[in-house]
């Protein structure tokens, strides 16, 4: 078992990303250092269009999350709801 | 009344087939071969082109569009921070000698890249990987120039940014990158990709990129800091495509397993042989500091690589044959760099100096194994003769490894004690390695690294006049370096005067160091 | 194995002792990284052992504050990997040495700047 993470340029843009993520993935833990705002999780993480939505009160193209993003790791597996890292062993 | 219907969108997957695949076909006016002349020559069997997936399906105008807002944002920081000064405000001018080795090394790097991207970009066969290429290419260009723009407002004000092109070409110290980029310019279009996208960006780029980037902000520069970050946006999409690209080698054809595994082995070490910069500038460069070498290799390599290797041993793939070697490096490294290019200070474009007592402080509590035992002497060493006024220069000439083309300034793995020397006989002349992966590396293709132009022995070649101990410095001299002014110690140089003078720098009584 | 390539790929080595005005010798001190790698030193492989240990290593590593303490009956000489005991009328060049070959000596119990290898 081994974590996937994904990191954001730390602004206003990417909070309410943070709070999806926190909300949809109970084990995700975020980690702050100048700048940049960095979530792990075991094994899987998922990033939800719908969830972003909620909290950020409009329509979200998941593949806006791109402008803050900084790094990720994992196997990577998108489409229009879900963006969604991964280890499969 | 009509109903407003709204028009079904083609999902996300249908997108990117649509605007990016389905642009091959096979041609028949001309052979494939003469469309693709550099297809077959590495050896790489494809039997379906159509089984490469990019994980990011981006359609080129969804790239488009989020390109140019990323870099309006971005510029918008840059001549915010130009037009605020914000060069008086980093944390202390030291800094700035972080952002010249930024420009020197990585901002010529990256331009190479992309030119050898753009080989891959019309090479390769498949059309969804040729358009990753072509992506890729454009991007480096564009991290090239995020880090000149980023810069530039440090040219201005400080010292030893004014011929980065020039000096990445022809200055000893920055001829390991130089030969990085040569090496891959000199491969095919598969071996690049592997290089580039899985060597470098996927298993250590972020180094650089993240903890550093993060030091930086923390120092204050908000001109780099975007940059930085910005550009690593774009290399999350290059490492998708980077291990798709070794996944899908190995799995079209068994009898590529052993070619993708000797690039695995050699583009990690010679990207790895890259670190001893990033580890001191993240360790000796940054006055006020976040995080160690050590605990960015530990967080942004070692965990997630190791991951990402045990995901890939399904396919066949081993860990890459220095990676016990780079693990056991991560206590020494940045000590080892520093305390070369402290020796050399007079022959490199930027300032070096002995870190203060806190800092070293912090240096030990951040290697407890080996800084107090190994490297702390040195420095306290160096401290002494500089307050004496005797000021350490290393005037000798420094062998350096006919491969990765770094001083040969390596000790042993996970030692600290003895230098790192292999030797192999060719073709009746000698040839020297830092280690055993660079070893290895010449001898899969001596032919490469026979050629080299190492600094230290063209200086010395017949048509010069450069006795040993002059001759370093007189190399950067030629390049339009300033001895004293943009190079040599950093306390008294014209950078620290002018900084103090404009009432630069942070409170550093509060800095977390 | 060659080089995989489009076509012919054969290069002649840089750096063969016709290109130097003298053949190159590389010299380290073992555990002293204050020197933090081998130096490259053009010098005549007809030069004797005491001329080398005189000129060639004083001009190089006297300012290290072990060297004066060095006691030169004790050193240990290698030529690449081999121990070697020199002659001081003896030459490079009798002892094995040639166009790039490595030259190392080691000063036991005299390991650097508070015993650190620096």
């Known amino acids: 078992m081994s974590n996937v993470f994904i990191a954001f340029q730390a602004n206003e843009e990417s909070r309410p990303l943070v709070d999806a993520i926190v909300a949809d993935n109970p084990e995700a833990q975020v980690v702050y250092s100048p700048g940049l705002v960095k979530i792990d999780a075991p094994n899987r993480l998922v990033v939800k269009r719908e969830t972003i939505e909620e909290i950020i009160g409009r329509k979200y193209d998941l593949q806006e999350l791109q402008i803050n993003l900084v790094t990720l790791s994992g196997n990577l597996d998108e489409d229009d709801d879900e963006f969604v890292l991964s280890w499969k062993h | ?513 | 194995m060659s080089v995989s390539a489009i076509g012919a790929y054969t290069y002649a080595p840089h750096d063969t002792a016709d290109r130097f005005a003298a053949p190159l010798l590389y010299v380290a001190w073992d555990e002293h990284m204050m020197f933090a790698a081998p130096a490259v030193v053009p010098i005549a492989m007809d030069t004797t052992m005491a001329d080398v240990q005189a000129k060639v290593l004083a001009a190089l590593y006297s300012a290290h504050p072990d060297f004066e303490r060095i006691q030169w009956t004790r050193v240990q000489w290698f030529c690449g990997d081999r121990m070697f005991t020199p002659q001081p009328n003896a030459t490079l060049a009798d002892h094995g040495f040639k166009h790039k070959s490595v030259l190392r000596f080691r000063t036991p119990g005299l390991e650097g700047l508070r015993r650190s290898c620096g």
């Not at chain 2, 780079?326 to 474009?349: E, P, R, T, V």
């Not at chain 2, 600094?455 to 007189?474: F, G, M, R, V, Y």
Request: hydrophobic share 40%; charged share 20%; with cysteine.
């Open chain 2, 1 to 513: 009344m009509d109903k407003r219907v709204e028009k079904k969108k083609l999902d996300l997957s249908s997108r990117y087939q649509a605007l990016t695949q389905d642009l091959q076909w096979d041609t028949s006016y001309q052979s494939m071969d003469k469309v693709f002349p550099y297809a077959r020559y590495e050896g790489i069997r494809i039997n379906d082109w159509s089984q490469w997936q990019d994980p990011f399906k981006m359609t080129l105008d969804v790239w488009w569009r989020q390109q140019s807002e990323k870099d309006r944002r971005l510029y918008a920081v840059l001549d915010a921070f130009a037009q605020n000064n914000g060069q008086i405000g980093v944390s202390d001018a030291r800094y700035v000698n972080a952002v010249k080795l930024v420009l020197q090394a990585f901002a010529p790097m990256k331009y190479a890249l992309h030119r050898s991207l753009a080989h891959s970009a019309r090479n390769l066969p498949g059309d969804a990987a040729r358009i990753a290429a072509q992506i890729q290419a454009t991007e480096q260009l564009r991290h090239s120039q995020l880090t000149v723009h980023a810069a530039s407002v440090y040219n201005k004000y400080f010292n030893g940014m004014h011929a980065a092109p020039r000096w990445h070409e022809q200055a000893w110290y920055l001829a390991p990158v130089k030969s990085f980029a040569d090496d891959i310019a000199s491969a095919g279009p598969f071996e690049l990709m592997v290089a580039i996208s899985f060597g470098f960006e996927t298993l250590l780029s972020d180094t650089l990129y993240v903890p550093f980037m993060s030091a930086a902000a923390h120092n204050g520069d908000l001109s780099m800091v975007p940059a930085g970050f910005s550009s690593q946006s774009d290399v999350t999409r290059h490492k998708q495509a980077g291990t798709a690209m070794v996944k899908f080698l190995l799995q079209q054809d068994s009898l590529n397993i052993a070619t993708v595994q000797r690039w695995v082995d050699k583009w990690f070490w010679r990207s790895f042989r890259l670190m001893p910069l990033v580890a001191m500038l993240q360790d000796y460069m940054v006055p006020k500091r976040v995080g160690s070498w050590k605990e960015s290799w530990n967080t942004f390599v070692e965990a997630p690589i190791n991951a990402l290797f045990a995901e890939l041993a399904p396919y066949g793939l081993k860990k890459p044959a220095g990676w016990q070697a780079a693990c056991a490096a991560k206590d020494h490294l940045s000590h080892q760099s520093w305390n070369a290019f402290y020796g050399y200070g007079h022959a490199i474009a930027f300032h070096t100096w002995v870190p203060g007592n806190d800092e070293l402080a912090w240096l030990d509590s951040k290697y407890p194994n080996s800084f107090d035992r190994w490297y702390r002497p040195r420095l306290t060493h160096y401290a002494q003769l500089e307050a004496a006024g005797k000021r350490f220069h290393n005037h000798s000439l420094p062998m350096q490894c006919q491969v990765c083309q770094q001083p040969m300034m390596f000790t042993e793995p996970g030692d600290g004690r003895w230098i790192s020397y292999r030797e192999t006989r060719h073709e009746e002349e000698s040839f020297h390695f830092c280690s055993d992966q660079c070893q290895t590396i010449f001898s899969n293709e001596p032919d490469k690294y026979v050629q080299a132009q190492l600094a230290s022995h063209t200086i010395l070649h017949s048509n010069s006049n450069n006795t040993p101990e002059d001759a370093l410095q007189a190399s950067i001299a030629a390049l339009g370096v300033v001895i004293g002014r943009d190079n040599g110690e950093f306390h008294g140089s014209e950078d620290d005067t002018n900084f103090t003078e404009w009432g630069g720098g942070q409170d550093m009584k509060e800095a977390q160091l």
